[in-house]
């Protein structure tokens, strides 16, 4: 499939792509997981940022109507599927809009690989490796909302993206904030990087309750509104263990100097401590929206619909320090990462394999911590978590973790 | 007098000196107000920072013994004393040492010009201005902890750091977590800029128990342990009017954009938001070795003595707004910032005699505000307000209003 005739891309340093104000050019921008929940926070930003940004090319996991949906309102000229059978639906929808359409992983490689100034990369989970690997190989600036890409294969992504210039920009809450508070900061001058954790539905509950705690309750969170996938893991706090995972690739901060602190009103994402007693902190209404349009516009600014926090109307900002024996995964997750080499990647990846038994209900809350601590153990035992110097090895071990899981629910 | 036979200055850019970590040659810093209580935090950081800097020459005020000792402590090689009524203080107490000392405000003007790579600007009021502004003049990076150098000259006190390529690095609290905060981005991005204010002593008091409060009252700062005119400024909240002021010439954001709020943990110290929601916010543990140590090392950082705050420990931090009703000095503070020409100039000269006038038992804290008041709108009747271009303007109106404030004393 040839590519779009788009204008060539103009090399601006290290893969930084920005659009001044008023200029003619709209930034082009390639849409992965446009049909998820960070996907349509996305549109909405660009939606509402009048012209400032064209969509080139979106792509989306199994839902087809959804996907031509969503291509036709950003007006891309490219939609990708994942799962060929929602393949039909796609077209359908799409039918008459002389919008292109292909399905199939390598489809949602080829939109990654579009010419574009910018690609989002929020397909959620293990699917979003390949394309957001590939973007990064081709020297593309990357907007990271995908974790598994750097839980995954961090080592490998990282080196791909300092071969290629690729400029990452981290799009959760939490990096974004750190990435902000940085500032350009040499990350070797950071003695403390925390991450914040809203401590999520079950922050003050018992042990007890939390193990038979219902997938209802687990994905009530109270201040986010996200996938489910992400939920769950915000329930068990595996999703900030997966993040200072996430932090000590993007940032290059050894695990000793992450942190996380629970802080339940999730206004500070993150913060940085310098050794002079300096604490740098980045805080955001809880709203995908302002990271989104912080990448998006980047290193410009633009208008979110987000107020900044108006910390006199809160009152408080509460803090306190994270419940390693509640919340058993993240602890699990710290131990994979001061372990490193495999065991991050094995922790993902069984970690997918609980949080989907659990959303079909076929084990219960107190079972995710479990199946993720006797994966990792069976892995250590039969030596595989040494290190995935490439991606092929990380999908490697990522597939004998998560068949070790599956063989454990079984 | 001539000056010392230091090695030719090295050219860094815009005024930017600093040794890099392990460096031969110790950084040199003149040091303007050595014996009050930003000096003596200063010299606490020199100290305890191994030979990285060298301390070339002090200044003091009126205390010939003090400044002896401070000499003798940092091994300066210069000391001089704005009083001369010291003079002989100093000099017994430097007897033997070898170091050269003077005394008259052109000496302190002498000393902030020795050769160094930093001038330290801590003298407490107008009398801080000559010195700071000739160190400024000749290209001198400047850590400015005196906050009438902007207040009362910040047009002309700007012009000059600009025509000289001078670095100016806020050492106060709230606009040293601001520069950090900010991390080199454009002011224009900046949507609003917010200053901290620990709410002082009276916080919780009524305006009637407020406008009888006793000198010990006042002095009772929760937070800060500071000299006694800062003290009372932080009562009235004074001093954060005085800081809007100041941030408006360090950072030349509008008037429109600077805002305060009350938090009485003083922990986050200032806040910038953009227009996508992000909010940085620069925190430290109340203590000036945190801001006076950045300035000292930037762009490097040493260990201050004190650790970045404990949020976890901490618990809460909290927020309210700031109460104008109560605290008219604010008020009238924010009105002279929008007002600007001479109204600033005026207000911390008129603030300075009615805070003297408090401190000797002659006035009550609630006539504070009623002397800066009067006197502004004596001046504004009079036509004394208008915009002061240089410093010699700029001084003219402040003792112009110093008199005006004298005389309502009478």
Redesign the interface.
Known sequence: MTHSFAPPRLERGAGIAATPVGAVEPKRLVLLGATGSVGRSCAQVVADSAGRFRVVAVAGGRDGAALARSALALGASFAALADPAGYAELKAGIAGSGIEAAAGPEAVVEAALREADLVVSAIVGAAGLAPTYAAISAGRAVALANKETLVCAGEAVMAAARRAGARLLPMDSEHN?IF??????DPA?I??M?ITASGGPFREWSAERIAAATRAEALAHPNWAMGPKITIDSASLMNKGLELIEAHHLFGVPAQRLAV???PQSI?HG?I?????????????P?M??PI??CL?YP?????G????D??A????????ADLARFPALGLAIEALREGGGAPTALNAANEVAVAAFLDARIGFGALSRIVERTLEAMRAAGETSAPTTVAQALAIHHIARDRALALLA
Request: neutral net charge; glycine residues 10%.
């Open positions: 904030a902000q508070a940085m500032g350009g900061r001058t003695v403390k925390t602190v629970v802080h500070v913060l401590a310098f050794a002079d007693g300096s604490l740098i902190a980045g805080m955001a209404s709203d929206r302002t349009a912080h516009a410009e600014r633009i208008v979110s987000v107020a900044a926090p910390l006199a809160l009152g408080a900002l509460t803090f306190e320090q």
